[in-house]
């Protein structure tokens, strides 16, 4: 008993030091390097909402942008310097190769 608690304790731990918060902010709380960065850098992508992150006590901001159908997140540091570019998580942005396989499925539906 006394190994399963310690294992429990164990994992509690690492999940605890692995834990990040994100917290949503206003787009104007961004830093301005990064309010900046997205109108020069990211001309055509609108900005939808952004975040503040802590995860292991690394501060980084997160823009979802949006441009057409395509959605992705931009990564800035604590003081707004661009870090990288991500697909959205959940993004079911469909690619050519799916896209004509879709049509094709569909063709047959019909007949």
Same mark, same amino acid.
């Given at each position: 008993m006394k190994k399963v608690v310690f294992l429990f304790v164990l994992i509690l731990s690492v999940a605890a030091l692995n834990a990040q918060t994100r917290t949503a902010i206003r787009l104007s709380d961004l830093p301005k390097a990064?309010?900046?960065?997205?109108?020069?850098?990211?001309? !055509?992508?609108? &900005? #939808?909402? &952004? $975040?503040? /992150?802590?995860?292991? !006590? @690394? @501060?980084? $901001?997160? /823009?979802?942008?949006?441009? !057409?159908?395509?959605?992705? #997140?931009? /990564? $800035?540091?604590?003081d707004g310097k661009y870090l990288k570019m991500e697909p959205k998580k959940g993004s079911m942005e469909p690619t050519a190769k799916a896209s004509s396989m879709h049509k094709k499925e569909a063709g047959k539906m019909k007949k």
């Open positions: 990064a309010s900046d960065n997205l109108s020069s850098q990211h001309q !055509g992508w609108n &900005a #939808v909402d &952004a $975040y503040k /992150v802590d995860s292991k !006590g @690394m @501060m980084t $901001y997160e /823009v979802t942008a949006k441009k !057409g159908p395509s959605e992705t #997140v931009l /990564v $800035y540091d604590k």
